[in-house]
Nanobody
């Protein structure tokens, strides 16, 4: 069992930056693929970025490529999402998710991640 707690959300102007953190407890995240998803009001939850357990392979949604960077600090059991050049359409609740990596591949599919945090609100004003 993995418990995830996100932090770092807030209100920022368009063009600004935020850094989200996801602190994990219960199990070491070094054996888990980690991902960020987001959900805007009235919309489905969408994939943002993911990072593999061992080699740090990353995957991004097209909408955030070149602007967002996912990283992990296994020693601190923490995953980060650095968000630059933020746009109003990035406004959403951002969720951290984990998936045990044993025999599994890095996925963008929400339903394959069994562990979730409570989310952190990111609001980008125009």
């Amino acid at each position: 069992q993995v418990q995830l707690v996100e932090s770092g959300g807030g209100l920022v102007q368009a063009g600004g930056s935020l850094r989200l953190s996801c602190a994990a407890s219960g199990r070491t995240v070094s054996t888990y693929h980690m991902a960020w998803f987001r959900q805007a009001p009235g919309k489905e939850r969408d994939f943002v970025a993911a990072i593999s357990s061992s080699w740090g392979t990353t995957s991004y949604a097209d909408s955030v490529k070149g602007r967002f960077t996912i990283s992990r600090d296994n020693a601190e059991n923490t995953v980060f999402l650095q968000m630059n050049s933020l746009k109003p359409e990035d406004t959403a609740v951002y969720y951290c998710a984990a998936r045990y990596s044993g025999g599994s591949y890095l996925s963008q599919t929400m339903t394959l991640y069994p562990y979730w945090g409570q989310g952190t609100q990111v609001t980008v004003s125009s």
